[in-house]
């Protein structure tokens, strides 16, 4: 879905700017492409520079509860120096690449509730104007994919997901926030374990897979947590009995409960989610953790949220400089 405004700073008879990105999802590290199409004012325009934000709406918790904010991660200036004539339309293709630490935003073509979008700044003639906005739809890494996959036909169910402000302590964490995938524990589990959350941490070279989970009895009545760190390199994803391997993390997660007395370890930290996608079911098996959202919460209402909460991030922006 395409969010387009006339550029409001430039007064009536500006130009417009309407960004399309390529079909299909991105992967973390990989290339993002599409095209800014511009169409020309009632006069000559000088553009400056046109640039893409990549954004994200991110949870943050404060001692009066949780809040909700959009954060600015990446910024790539795809083109710039140049008039833009009367009328004209002209196109402006692009390729750039997404960082490592990308969150992924669908799993098996369904959709996870993770809210990112691509923000189009048009630079021209001493005026910026945010002016267009598109969602940015980013799959998982095969070794991402491996993972949830073993997780699923292990019989751990997906809960909901989402981006938390802050860092992982230890780690070797670049974003300033982090993706939590939270999980309902496999049947066999179901007696010493809560849930589980997994968290990715991609780079170049491979991936560090953060686990912890809460000790049965819930987070708000007395749980704790333990927390266990794993690394996978890119190159290893074929030919590895994931379930047998992810199945062992686990083991080692829930035995750490009993060796820390049920406290956290190695930078654990309390969470307490309870987003969109809590209450979904899993279908573990061949599909792994193949998604179907309950309780009217589906991808429709996601992309139409994209829209309504950057839009109303932009206006409170607006409101403060004034």
Do not use: C
């Amino acid at each position: 879905m395409v969010f387009k405004k006339l550029l409001g700073s430039l007064g009536v008879g500006g130009p417009t700017v309407d960004t399309v990105l390529r079909p299909g999802a991105a992967v973390p590290g990989g290339s993002l492409s599409g095209e800014v199409r511009l169409q020309g004012g009632n006069a000559d325009f000088t553009v400056e520079h046109i640039t893409l934000e990549l954004v994200a709406r991110v949870e943050s918790e404060h001692e009066d509860g949780e809040a909700e904010g959009a954060v600015a991660f990446e910024r790539f200036t795809v083109a710039g120096g140049f008039t833009l004539a009367e009328g004209e339309e002209r196109s402006v293709p692009f390729t750039a690449t997404l960082p490592w630490e990308t969150p992924i935003t669908e799993l098996y073509g369904q959709d996870l509730g993770i809210i990112l979008g691509v923000r189009t700044e048009l630079s021209v003639g001493g005026a910026r104007d945010k002016g267009d906005l598109d969602r940015l739809t980013v799959g998982p890494l095969p070794a991402q994919e491996a993972v949830l996959e073993a997780l699923g036909q292990l019989g751990f169910g997906f809960r909901s997901a989402d981006l938390e402000l802050g860092r992982i302590r230890g780690s070797g964490q670049q974003l300033p926030f982090y993706q939590e995938i939270e999980l309902s524990p496999a049947p066999r589990y179901a007696d010493r374990i809560n849930e589980i959350e997994v968290t990715f941490l991609a780079g170049p070279d491979g991936l560090e897979v953060v686990l912890e989970a809460d000790k049965r009895g819930g987070l708000l009545s007395g749980g704790s947590d333990a927390l266990s760190r794993f690394a996978v390199g890119h190159h290893e994803v074929q030919g590895r009995d994931w379930v047998t391997e992810v199945d062992g993390w686990i083991q080692e997660l829930v035995q750490a409960h009993a060796s820390h007395g049920g406290h956290g370890h190695d930078g654990g930290h309390p969470r307490d989610h309870s987003g969109p996608g809590a209450g979904t079911v899993v279908a573990a098996g061949a599909a792994g953790l193949a998604v179907g959202v309950v309780g009217g919460v589906v991808a429709a209402e996601v992309i139409d949220e994209v829209g309504d909460f950057f839009e109303g991030d932009e206006e409170e922006e607006e409101g403060g400089e004034g």
